[in-house]
């Protein structure tokens, strides 16, 4: 398989299978991103409409990546058996049931059902990062890899400045707030259903083709345990525990900022709702590079060290996340809050991109389990981040906290060090 796969990436290119998946997937990736978050900008109006208090807007919060972490274990091992066009596609269907069914919840209960059910979204994540890895070769791949998620993890940064401005639009129609908030969590809800034909249309599994064919015409799918087999092969190797411990500290973070930013902004420094969701939205989109950037520059130490370079740079970024952290909640100023948030933001983005480039050289015959074991680890530090949360019934406290849990976590990626250095470059066969 690996003789097929891309040596380098095509940027303006839509000619090859995995040109297209790239494009595709991190496509499918941001629509997923931007209807996961669609309701965070909105809360403030949410809030006032059911009369929430701070433990309900947690408990949402925790619901929106709760069951992600159950799916994103799933859908890995799932690409491994079916590959990642129908595992894609069933999702993005599926997930739309809830995107579109929020618009229509009338009490916290409803809303909170609902919320719970779109966190499955968040799975997309896994598949698009294993989409990447089977069709790009090692020395490019924790660049397509960073460059996919990054341009797709965007989505959120998207909804965080667009669906304040889509809801403003709405009641210029003459159209009341609480109708308009509902019409407004439409649109993610109906984009999913589009990209959902577009990614069975126009991707395949694999350079050589559909798992399913492959299978059919006795061609043996290198390296892939399906189902079970490839989770439990994953759950035996402590690299992957360790990193799931680190990206709950990246990633996890991430997510936690998205939910909480505008609220934040709002509650904290009594910014208008459009001006918090563009600040709040700023911090989303440093992923259109900051992702890329961290796995890039992966690739790059990578080529020049070894595999242990990787680890180092991942250790490097997340201190410096853990400090960018504990200044952006320490500050009283709106516009120095903006800038720490951004610095920390930055350093965040290229964590998580820096902790992908590591996932293909963990065990290539379990790829799907190890994406999707440590793509749950995010979504565990955002649960426990929002507990947390809870606990201290303060935002500020929850991130002074947590900027000192980062800081601790960082060891875990240090820990993640190889003794066979040259596994790297023997990753072309893989």
């Given at each position: 398989?690996?003789?097929?796969?891309?040596?380098?990436?095509?940027?303006?290119?839509?000619?090859?299978?995995?040109?297209?998946?790239?494009?595709?997937?991190?496509?499918?990736?941001?629509?997923?991103?931007?209807?996961?978050?669609?309701?965070?900008?909105?809360?403030?109006?949410?809030?006032?409409?059911?009369?929430l208090s701070?433990?309900?807007?947690?408990?949402?919060?925790?619901?929106?990546?709760?069951?992600?972490?159950?799916?994103?274990?799933?859908?890995?091992?799932?690409?491994?058996?079916?590959?990642?066009?129908?595992?894609?596609?069933?999702?993005?269907?599926?997930?739309?049931?809830?995107?579109?069914?929020?618009?229509?919840?009338?009490?916290?209960?409803?809303?909170?059902?609902?919320?719970?059910?779109?966190?499955?979204?968040?799975?997309?994540?896994?598949?698009?990062?294993?989409?990447?890895?089977?069709?790009?070769?090692?020395?490019?791949?924790?660049?397509?890899?960073?460059?996919?998620?990054?341009?797709?993890?965007?989505?959120?940064?998207?909804?965080?400045?667009?669906?304040?401005?889509?809801?403003?639009?709405?009641?210029?129609?003459?159209?009341?707030?609480?109708?308009?908030?509902?019409?407004?969590?439409?649109?993610?809800?109906?984009?999913?259903?589009?990209?959902?034909?577009?990614?069975?249309?126009?991707?395949?599994?694999?350079?050589?083709?559909?798992?399913?064919?492959?299978?059919?015409?006795?061609?043996?799918?290198?390296?892939?345990?399906?189902?079970?087999?490839?989770?439990?092969?994953?759950?035996?190797?402590?690299?992957?525990?360790?990193?799931?411990?680190?990206?709950?500290?990246?990633?996890?973070?991430?997510?936690?900022?998205?939910?909480?930013?505008?609220?934040?902004?709002?509650?904290?420094?009594?910014?208008?709702?459009?001006?918090?969701?563009?600040?709040?939205?700023s911090f989303?989109?440093?992923?259109?590079?900051?992702?890329?950037?961290?796995?890039?520059?992966?690739?790059?130490?990578?080529?020049?060290?070894?595999?242990?370079?990787?680890?180092?740079?991942?250790?490097?970024?997340?201190?410096?996340?853990?400090?960018?952290?504990?200044?952006?909640?320490?500050?009283?100023?709106?516009?120095?809050?903006?800038?720490?948030?951004?610095?920390?933001?930055?350093?965040?983005?290229?964590?998580?991109?820096?902790?992908?480039?590591?996932?293909?050289?963990?065990?290539?015959?379990?790829?799907?389990?190890?994406?999707?074991?440590?793509?749950?680890?995010?979504?565990?530090?955002?649960?426990?981040a929002g507990?947390?949360?809870?606990?201290?019934?303060?935002?500020?406290?929850?991130?002074?906290?947590?900027?000192?849990?980062?800081?601790?976590?960082?060891?875990?990626?240090?820990?993640?060090?190889?003794?066979?250095?040259?596994?790297?470059?023997?990753?072309?066969?893989?």
């Amino acid at each position: 398989m690996a003789s097929q796969k891309a040596t380098s990436i095509a940027l303006f290119s839509l000619a090859t299978p995995p040109m297209r998946a790239f494009h595709l997937t991190w496509m499918a990736f941001f629509v997923c991103f931007f209807a996961w978050f669609a309701c965070a900008p909105l809360m403030p109006v949410i809030k006032g409409e059911f009369g929430l208090s701070l433990a309900q807007v947690a408990n949402i919060n925790i619901a929106a990546v709760a069951i992600t972490i159950l799916v994103r274990l799933l859908v890995g091992p799932l690409c491994d058996r079916y590959g990642p066009r129908k595992t894609y596609t069933g999702l993005l269907l599926l997930g739309a049931i809830p995107v579109l069914g929020v618009a229509a919840s009338q009490s916290y209960e409803s809303f909170l059902f609902f919320r719970l059910g779109i966190g499955a979204v968040g799975a997309s994540f896994v598949i698009t990062q294993y989409h990447t890895s089977v069709m790009f070769a090692p020395r490019v791949v924790g660049t397509a890899n960073a460059a996919a998620a990054g341009w797709g993890n965007a989505g959120g940064g998207a909804a965080q400045a667009l669906m304040p401005l889509l809801l403003g639009a709405v009641l210029m129609l003459g159209v009341s707030e609480s109708l308009g908030w509902r019409i407004a969590l439409l649109v993610p809800g109906v984009l999913m259903l589009i990209m959902a034909a577009l990614y069975w249309r126009y991707t395949q599994d694999c350079p050589e083709g559909n798992y399913s064919d492959l299978r059919k015409a006795g061609t043996a799918i290198e390296g892939k345990k399906g189902g079970w087999a490839s989770f439990k092969a994953a759950s035996a190797n402590y690299r992957v525990w360790l990193l799931f411990v680190t990206y709950g500290a990246c990633f996890g973070i991430e997510i936690f900022i998205h939910n909480i930013a505008a609220v934040y902004y709002v509650d904290h420094f009594g910014m208008s709702l459009k001006s918090a969701g563009l600040a709040a939205g700023s911090f989303g989109l440093l992923a259109l590079f900051a992702r890329a950037l961290g796995g890039w520059l992966s690739d790059k130490l990578a080529l020049r060290g070894n595999l242990n370079s990787r680890v180092t740079l991942l250790f490097m970024l997340m201190i410096g996340e853990g400090v960018g952290l504990l200044w952006f909640a320490k500050v009283d100023s709106v516009t120095y809050a903006v800038i720490a948030m951004l610095v920390f933001g930055l350093f965040t983005h290229m964590a998580c991109g820096a902790t992908y480039a590591l996932v293909p050289f963990i065990d290539s015959k379990a790829l799907g389990g190890v994406a999707g074991i440590i793509g749950a680890g995010g979504n565990v530090g955002a649960v426990a981040a929002g507990f947390l949360m809870k606990g201290t019934g303060d935002i500020r406290q929850t991130l002074i906290i947590l900027s000192a849990l980062v800081v601790i976590s960082a060891l875990c990626a240090i820990a993640v060090r190889f003794t066979r250095v040259a596994a790297e470059p023997s990753m072309a066969a893989a």
